[in-house]
């Protein structure tokens, strides 16, 4: 099979839906409760956040790979990684910029906006629904629970993990679309006698 098929377009519809409704809800999460200075749960944020967003990105990245790899679509594997190093290369200019002290991280440093790490996990929450729709809500439960690390765990103010579940979302619709566009094929039709 080296075609994407239709379960692809309608894992695309559900992953917008996700990313809106999950969106909402970690941007609510974050502005309602923003540090809550409780410090079991700043050391489970910043492990989250940390060693947590590291293995959430390996393992996504490893599904697409094993998923691509099986279905003899081997450019899937490559767009993947031209969608990580977008990532990258997004968020890095961006904090390159000198917006001003909101850019800043809560302590002070530059390199706050926007979430990295949001922007990464929306992006693959994104691709992995439209690829996996009966998982979706795995995918954007992770996605969630990093963004809300990154304020917990005081590395990002909550405009700043806002903006990234922005930025994770128009990438991964980005990315999907050139996915399905590429790989896609006609519609399947029954012909009736």
């Known amino acids: 099979m080296n075609q994407m098929d239709l379960k692809q377009s309608n ?90 002290a909101w850019a800043l991280r809560p302590n002070g440093d530059i390199g706050g906006f926007p979430s990295g790490h949001t922007t990464h996990a929306f992006a693959m929450a994104f691709a992995l629904t439209t690829i996996f729709p009966r998982f979706g809500w795995v995918w954007y439960l992770g996605a969630g629970i990093i963004g809300w690390s990154r304020v917990e765990s005081a590395w990002h103010t909550p405009f700043q993990v806002t903006a990234g579940v922005f930025f994770g979302i128009a990438v991964g619709v980005t990315f999907v679309k050139y996915l399905l566009k590429k790989y896609a094929g006609p519609p399947h039709t029954t012909e009736q006698a």
Do not use: C
């Open 11 to 100: 894992g695309f519809r559900l992953a917008l839906e996700l990313s809106i409704i999950t969106g909402a809800i970690t941007i609510a999460l974050v502005y309602m409760l923003g540090q809550t200075g409780n410090p079991q749960l700043f050391t489970f944020a910043t492990q989250l956040g940390g060693m947590g967003n590291d293995i959430f990105l390996l393992v996504t990245n490893g599904i697409i790979f094993a998923w691509a790899w099986r279905n003899n679509m081997r450019g899937v594997i490559g767009l993947t990684l031209a969608m990580d190093a977008a990532v990258w290369a997004l968020v890095q200019s961006i904090k390159l910029i000198p917006f001003g």
